[in-house]
């Protein structure tokens, strides 16, 4: 069985700063997808970021970027210029065929 | 266009009563998943559809619970005879056969008292 792991359950940035969460997954399977979601307070789970894990090549919307290291399993979300807004949990979840595992999730604080 | 949507928002009811819940996924999406969350927790997989045709449960999914997606449209979860252990936010997604990114709806809250 899959296993999403998200070590850091709480972080916190000072606006305008970059903040990196961390995310590590086991599986067997060499054909996956990988995605950040977040979740902020009472609001729906919202589309951060996914990543095709045949592409060697690091995903990137806007300020949102992700180190994807497939040796190593290892998944992590940089948000640069963080803003007020990007306050919520981040949860970091893996999808091989259909359903999704989420990790455990890593409420983000961001400071003015 | 409209979201994922999902009826009600808020449910309270007594321990031993059937509560059903109902999604309205995007109107193109052939998929339509459903999750349960608690407090401060990820959302754990319990069912998925494809079109009408109900691919996987979880061993999460008890007896007491069953879900439907009838004319591959909407879909509904039902509760009965509802536990305490029952209270979680029940969150629907969907997406297309082709697409593997899942839209979620603001979910259900299940409150049991």
């Keep these: 069985a899959q296993t999403v792991t998200q070590s850091q359950p709480e ?16 599986t067997s399977e060499s054909d996956y997808y990988l995605f950040w979601y977040k979740q ?3 609001r729906q ?11 060697q ?6 300020r ?6 497939k040796a190593a399993k290892s998944f992590s979300l940089k948000i640069s210029d963080s803003q007020l807004g990007d306050a919520a949990m981040y949860f970091c979840a893996y999808n091989s065929y259909g359903k999704l595992t989420f990790g455990q999730g890593t409420i983000l604080t961001v400071h003015p | 266009d409209t979201g994922v949507s999902q009826n009600p928002r808020h449910k309270i009811t007594k321990r031993g009563q059937n509560v059903t819940f109902r999604c309205d996924p995007i109107s193109e999406h052939n998929r339509l998943y459903w999750y349960r969350q608690t407090l401060g927790q990820g959302p754990e997989f319990l069912t998925y559809f ?11 999914l008890s007896d007491r619970f069953s879900a439907e997606r009838p004319k591959g449209s909407f879909s509904t979860l039902e509760i009965q005879r509802t536990e305490q252990g029952d209270s979680a936010m029940y969150l629907c997604a969907s997406s297309g056969l082709s697409v593997d990114e899942q839209y979620f709806g603001p979910g259900t809250r299940l409150t049991v008292t």
């Design chain 1, 45 to 55: 789970m919202i589309l951060v970021i996914r990543q095709e894990a045949y592409k």
């Design chain 1, 11 to 26: 972080m916190s940035v000072q606006e305008a700063e970059t903040v990196t969460l961390s995310c590590t997954y086991d």
């Design chain 2, 50 to 60: 494809q079109n009408e045709a109900q691919l996987e449960k979880s061993r999460l």
């Design chain 1, 57 to 62: 090549q690091n995903a990137t919307e806007n």
């Design chain 1, 64 to 69: 949102f970027s992700v180190n994807f290291q």
């Design chain 1, 40 to 42: 902020p307070p009472s």
